[in-house]
């Protein structure tokens, strides 16, 4: 059985490896193009595109995700299922490019800047929560998918 410390540690690299290979995927090149721009042998970005995560330290796949320019945060909470590695989506353009996903981008810009610094806060705070939330939901819903795929084999 893995602690709670454990678990929330082996949450972030997982998330945070997660990120990195996504990143790797929107720069639209092989493996080991991805890993000479990263700084890391193509066998290390194959294990991080793969999962294949349990060797490297959240230290490592941190440094990784500075030099890709990743501005990730990390969050912790209560329990294991709480942690996770978020991207800020300002530095990570949409898929689709929508004019809504931008409208609401601007909006949510000039909101902010008639916000003073403590209400910022408190509201990337709940924001935080919120996303903390669905990640959680988001797990969850994957665990289930895998039980039933596992059930009908």
Do not use: W, Y
Not at 15 to 25: F, S
Not at 51 to 56: A, E, L, V
Request: charged residues 20%; contains cysteine.
């Amino acid at each position: 059985m893995l602690t709670p410390e454990i678990a929330t540690i082996q949450a972030l690299r997982s998330d945070v490896a997660l990120q990195i290979a996504r990143c790797a995927q929107r720069l639209g090149v092989n493996q080991l193009a991805a890993a000479k721009r990263l700084g890391v042998p193509q066998p290390t970005m194959s294990k991080i595109v793969n999962g294949h995560i349990s060797d490297f330290s959240l230290e490592f796949l941190i440094r990784i995700a500075v030099r890709a320019g990743l501005p990730i945060a990390l969050q912790t909470g209560r329990r294991p299922e709480e942690a996770g590695a978020f991207v800020s989506r300002k530095h990570v353009p949409s898929a689709d490019g929508s004019r809504l996903a931008q409208g609401a981008r601007e909006s949510m810009l000039q909101s902010a800047r008639g916000m003073t610094t403590t209400e910022r806060v408190e509201a990337f705070l709940e924001h935080s929560q919120l996303v903390a939330a669905l990640h959680t939901a988001g797990r969850a819903a994957e665990t289930e998918r895998a039980r039933q795929m596992h059930g009908r084999r």
